[in-house]
C-alpha cells in the first residue's frame, strides 16, 4: 500500500505535536508560576542546583508552552523544554518508568523531535521566514 500522499499531511503532525506539548506545559506550568515557585526552587535544591533554577523551570513551562502553541522561536523553545524535561526525569526517576518518569520523557522526546523539524509551516515561526528551507 502506498501511503506517500501522507507526506503532504505531515504539516498537521507538527501542529498537533506543538499544541499538545504545548497545552502540558502551559497547564503544568501555570500552577508553578501562579503559586508553586517556592516548591519548584525547592525542587531545584533536592537535586543539587541552585534555587533559581527552579524559577527558571517554572517559567520555561509556561512561557515555553504558549510559545510552542503559536510556533515562535520553535527550534530554541524546544532546546530549553528539552533540557527543562530531562530535569524533570531525574527528579521523577526513583519513581521507575511507570508513573514515574514516563510523563516527563515522553515530553522530552517530542521537544526533541521539534528541535530538528522546526514548527511547520502552521506556525508564526514560518510566517516570519524562520520557518526553515523553503523546500518543505
Known sequence: MNLRFLD????????????VLGAILIGYGYGKVFGGLHKMAGVAVSLGLPGWMG???AFTEFIG?????????TR????AVCINMIFAVKSQ?????????????TCT???FALIFY?????SLDWAFGLGGSSSR
Do not use: E
Not at 65 to 73: A, E, I, P
Not at 76 to 79: A, D, E, F, G, R
Open 93 to 105: 526517576f526513583h519513581n521507575g518508568l511507570l508513573h514515574g518518569y514516563d510523563f516527563p520523557l
Open 109 to 111: 522526546a517530542m521537544a
Open 8 to 19: 503532504r499531511l505531515q504539516p498537521l503532525g507538527l501542529l498537533a505535536l506543538r499544541l
Open 118 to 122: 522546526g514548527a511547520g509551516p502552521v
Open 76 to 79: 530554541l523553545t524546544s532546546i
Open 55 to 57: 524559577y527558571v523551570a
Open 65 to 73: 508552552g504558549m510559545m510552542l502553541v503559536v510556533g515562535l522561536l
